[in-house]
């Protein structure tokens, strides 16, 4: 009989989240951002570091500002960051959306003729407005300005988007004047333009606020920002059991890996399901004390097989790192450093 209400064990997944190196490439990116104010992006969940842990990091170290995606991303943070302080990029679909930024304090990101009105009829007041300037994905048409609905607006944040910031390409210059311009034609409190790769680009894309995501937790959109940017993301994994395999015994679903010699395998409880995905089959590394531990095999939904060899003491309930350094990984994956950081399941403790 059980004596005790069960309380659910910690999981076998846990990801590790090093918050001083959090801070610190806030630091980084935020010197190379002054005079201009920084913000975060804490969208999808802080990009699965869990946005509440890296707004409550962020806050004190100094960012200004806070932009999610969806409305329902907002609750999380209002214990943490004050409401004026937090942005909602899609921007008020329905009338319940502009009334619940009414009575939260938060500001709608407006991208439409459509939103601009919306947000009027629900008592308006100060609001962010997102200007397309050549992604030609959410955001105002530089033609529809002169609408009545956005004269209408209270600007704090002007903002703009970029669409090939990481690369060296004649767009960014295109963006960054029709971003001057507009600057110069909207009344506003503060001008934004550049997310993590903009803010590489230089000073005169930074405005009087920078946005930066991906590069906060780790990623390394451009090469200017490597020496600056560190890791902040470790995915570690126990191994449920451990087996010997001898030459000609086949690992995981069809058999895609054969071994070719006696070999000590682990079976680690991470799988595509958590957002390790069969791209890694016979490719990921996991880590133990910085010795290599090799896929073998396909990834499946729960479980991964590894080489041990290397590792002769690594056993079952150990814990083993996955290689996750996310320009490296990206590179290795074909998967963006975007989706590597997101994919990141709910099964891994945080
Ligand atoms: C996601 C996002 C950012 C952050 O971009 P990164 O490339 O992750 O630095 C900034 N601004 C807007 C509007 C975004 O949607």
Not at 28 to 40: D, I, K
Not at 175 to 199: F, K
Not at 280 to 291: D, N
């Amino acid at each position: 009989m059980p004596t005790m209400p069960a309380e659910t064990p910690p999981a076998a997944l846990r990801l590790e989240i090093d918050r001083d190196a959090l801070a610190s490439n806030w630091a980084a990116l935020h010197r190379l951002s002054r005079p201009a104010r920084t913000g975060a992006a804490v969208k999808a969940d802080g990009y699965g570091v869990g946005a509440r842990t890296a707004a409550t990091v962020l806050r004190p170290a100094g960012s200004s500002d806070f932009f999610v995606a969806h409305w329902s991303e907002v609750q999380d943070l209002l214990d943490v960051v004050p409401a004026d302080a937090i942005s909602v990029l899609h921007g008020p679909l329905t009338p319940a959306d502009a009334a619940f930024a009414c009575a939260t304090g938060v500001r709608p990101v407006i991208n439409s003729i459509m939103q601009a009105r919306l947000w009027s009829e629900a008592g308006g007041g100060l609001c962010d407005l997102m200007v397309d300037t050549g992604i030609n994905r959410l955001g105002l048409p530089l033609a529809d300005l002169g609408d009545e609905a956005v004269r209408r607006l209270r600007v704090d944040v002007l903002m703009s988007h970029l669409a090939s910031a990481d690369e060296d390409v004649p767009l960014n210059g295109v963006q960054l004047a029709r971003w001057h311009e507009l600057r110069r034609a909207v009344p506003h409190a503060r001008a934004s333009l550049a997310n993590s790769a903009g803010i590489a680009l230089g000073s005169a894309y930074h405005g009087e606020l920078t946005r930066p995501g991906l590069a906060l937790y780790g990623g390394v959109p451009r090469p200017e920002l490597a020496s600056e940017i560190r890791q902040v993301v470790r995915p570690m994994a126990a191994v449920l059991q451990v087996r010997e395999l001898t030459a000609g015994d086949g690992v995981g679903y069809n058999s895609t890996f054969v071994a070719e010699r006696r070999m000590r395998v682990g079976v680690i409880a991470l799988g595509y399901a958590d957002g390790y995905l069969r791209c890694w089959s016979g490719k990921g590394l996991l880590r133990s004390q910085g010795r290599r531990l090799a896929v073998v095999g396909r990834v499946s939904m729960d479980m991964t097989v590894i080489d041990l060899t290397a590792a002769p003491d690594v056993g079952e309930g150990d814990w083993v790192e996955v290689d996750y350094n996310l320009p490296q990984a990206a590179a290795a994956s074909g998967l963006s450093q975007y989706e590597l950081l997101t994919l990141l399941g709910r099964r891994f403790g945080r």
